[in-house]
Nanobody, 119 residues
């Protein structure tokens, strides 16, 4: 129903930066989207919320990333971004884009993009 195309993942040094992008297609319009965000998962561990941005622009961040990461969106492009400044090795994970809509349908997820932070 909704296709999420993620990009920008890769390797970064501590103190460097990365910007993840997630472009959504198929939702019809931005007005149908309740929120967009990013989660991450390390193998063997539970997926956790990193950041989200609601339709009204309100943002939510995990305590571990606020002040370093910034989530934003481009409504005409139906794209959400995650600016990762000063990443830490503990930020290493697979990052998944997430979309919630104003329907009873389940959330939509990207296939994930690997982020590795190391010296």
């Amino acid at each position: 129903q909704v296709l999420l195309v993620e990009s920008g993942g890769g390797w970064a040094q501590p103190g460097g930066s990365l910007r993840l992008s997630c472009a959504a297609s198929g939702p019809g319009s931005i007005s149908s989207i309740k929120s967009m965000g990013w989660c991450r998962q390390v193998p063997g561990k539970q997926r956790e919320l990193v950041a989200s941005i609601a339709s009204d622009g309100d943002t939510n961040y995990a305590d571990s990333v606020h002040g370093r990461f910034t989530i934003s969106r481009d409504n005409p492009k139906i794209t959400v971004y995650l600016q990762m400044n000063s990443p830490k090795p503990e930020d290493t994970a697979v990052y998944y884009c997430n979309v919630k809509r104003y329907t009873r349908s389940p959330d939509f997820w990207g296939q994930g993009t690997q982020v590795t932070v190391s010296s």
